[in-house]
């Protein structure tokens, strides 16, 4: 996750900037695991009466999560307000993890109505297709057409890219699940941090199945 940080009007000390971009780069881990690589993170420093404030904003496709943390120093401040964005991302997540667990409406074809027939014929007509002899109809001999067999129509393979479809990070089976389920993707490939490689893939059932490669 590419992160952006900004000092506004304030001089914050070398050893305390590194310890917060060290603890800043903790947490976008643990929401880039919900979000992606993808997205971009800004962190704003600021001051004002005593209170250290700090804006901490994430942007991915056309989703922004942002929330403010301020105390009496910068690494309470932060850790607000990362805590705060975390539980934002995590509600969004819940609800689209909630939306597609939803059933489509089934669409169930309605016959025509039926409309009764008029009786138009009158009893003198009735009175003679009665007396009508019916004619003989000659028989006809069945018309053999040879046809050939329709090829069977191949779909093309869907190519992703390794940035759609590869975690760069270890993860554990259970955080790959998590990943899997918020994407729009049904194939990830991690490796966990014993360095194993594995393929998870999500059935068009929703079953998860987990491959390790030797």
């Known amino acids: ?23 800043a780069e903790d947490g976008m881990k643990r929401i880039a695991r919900i979000l992606g690589k993808t997205a971009r993170a800004s962190v704003i420093f600021s001051t004002q009466k005593r209170q250290q404030i700090v804006e901490v904003t994430v942007q991915v496709r056309t989703q922004t999560f942002a929330a403010t943390g301020d105390s009496a120093a910068w690494d309470a401040s932060l850790r607000e307000a990362i805590e705060r964005v975390e539980s934002q991302v995590v509600r969004y997540r ?23 027939r008029s009786k138009t014929r009158t009893a003198k007509a009735e009175a003679a297709a009665a007396v009508r002899k019916p004619t003989r109809a000659k028989p006809r001999a069945p018309i ?17 890219t390794s940035g ?45 199945e987990l491959v390790e490669i030797p």
């Open 1 to 23: 996750m590419e992160m952006e940080f900004t000092a506004k009007q304030v001089e914050i000390p070398k050893a305390l900037r590194a310890r917060l971009r060290k603890q």
């Open 94 to 116: 819940d609800r689209r993890l909630e939306s597609k667990r939803l059933p489509k409406e089934e669409k169930v074809p309605t016959a025509p109505p039926i409309t009764p």
């Open 144 to 160: 053999v057409g040879a046809s050939s067999p329709l090829p069977p129509q191949v779909a093309e393979p869907h190519v992703l």
């Open 164 to 208: 759609e479809a590869f975690a760069l990070d270890p993860l554990t089976s259970e955080e790959a699940v998590v990943e899997l389920q918020f994407r729009d993707r049904d194939l990830l490939i991690f490796h966990d941090p014993d360095d194993a490689l594995f393929v998870l893939h999500r059935r068009r059932d929703g079953q998860m």
